[in-house]
């Protein structure tokens, strides 16, 4: 059993673990540093973060030796379980920070949209693969009330930030299907019209304010615009070597809120400098060409979609939250890849690369 273990090692992607791992410890060390000096000292969120990386790995390795196309066969099955999880968190979950998009069990939380992530993925890379010529306006339209009913029902929540990475998903699956162009400017039309209608039908007032305050963070600085304001100053104050681990006034001093999480960028910056921020951005790219790398190899429509969407996914949640720590995108709330805390985030993210690597193996990469 152990040989036939070792003898399958050769199929992984060991570039793409490595690039992985080492954004997973830049984290989880940053993490440390912020808990070491909060006073009292905190090392609750390290704790937590290392514990469910170690989950994590596990789940991801578990993934690895199963067969990907289970997401396919079941592709409907998790659509409904993704729903259904996503519609009981609104009954039954806890609400943090104004979203009730939680489900507490002691000293851990489980967030039901990051598993719906991955079953919202499957059923439309099953959809569009079986769909291939969106030419059809009854395909179009059921992909987007397919997407819709997710996107709805986490703008309940509401979690604009997840809401965004539904929409570029089905977005981009409509992107690479064969969509004809004047289809595609009418629904880009009708979007930026649902977009209008949006700021005053479902936002929020708060959500608003974020916007608001990302066209103009100094328009009010002390209350919508402080994040912004104290991100850009963490990044600029890092400069190019970064002020020492544990020693950035901004983070330090609590200047910055949501270090470890949404803003754990802009501590990176500020503690590491040019060189650490930049070392994070480019360990993100190797992995994204990694990923498109497997894509080109890809020996079918399901698969092809499915690497595409965990690549979109990633990209865009990668692009957002760094865009926000530097003022280039409004604040969402979304954390970054492997390195936020946040342990249901963590854990999917790490399943996502598990599913990579089983592609990877079965479509015999070396």
Partial sequence: MLKKILSTLK??????????????????IIIYSIGINTNPTDLSRFYKQVIFAIIGIVIMICISYMDYRIL??????FYLGGGLLLLAV????????????????????????????????????????????????QNILLSALFAGIFILLVLKQPDLGSALIF???????LLL??????????????????????????????????????VNPASDSLKTGYNVMQAKISVGSG?????????????????????????IFAVIAEELGLIGSGLVIILFGLIFYRI????????????????????????????????????????????LPWISAGGTSLVINLALIGILQSIYKRQNLT
């Fill in 239 to 263: 400069k190019i070597i970064g002020r020492g681990l544990g020693l950035g006034s901004q983070s330090q001093l609590n200047f910055l809120p949501e270090q470890d999480a949404d803003f």
């Fill in 167 to 173: 929409v570029s998903l089905w977005v981009g699956f």
């Fill in 292 to 335: 498109w790398r497997l894509l080109k190899h890809a020996q079918d429509d399901f698969t092809q979609y499915l690497v595409s969407g965990i690549l979109i996914m990633l990209f865009t949640q990668t692009t957002i939250n760094i865009g926000m720590n530097i003022g280039l995108m409004p604040v969402t709330g979304l954390p």
């Fill in 72 to 77: 396919n066969n079941y592709a409907t099955i």
């Fill in 90 to 137: 609104l009954f039954f979950g806890s609400t943090i920070r104004g979203t009730t998009g939680w489900f507490i069990f002691g000293f851990f939380s489980f967030q039901p949209v990051e598993v719906a992530k991955i079953c919202l993925l499957a059923f439309l890379a099953r959809f569009f693969s079986i769909n291939f010529s969106m030419d059809k306006v």
């Fill in 11 to 28: 199929y992984y992607d060991w570039w793409l673990l490595a690039f992985c791992f080492i954004l997973l410890t830049i984290g989880i």
């Fill in 177 to 214: 299907s064969r969509i004809k162009k004047s289809q595609l400017f009418i629904i880009f039309a009708l979007m930026i019209i649902v977009a209008v209608s949006s700021w005053f039908l479902v936002l929020k007032d708060y959500q608003k304010e974020r916007i608001v305050s990302f």
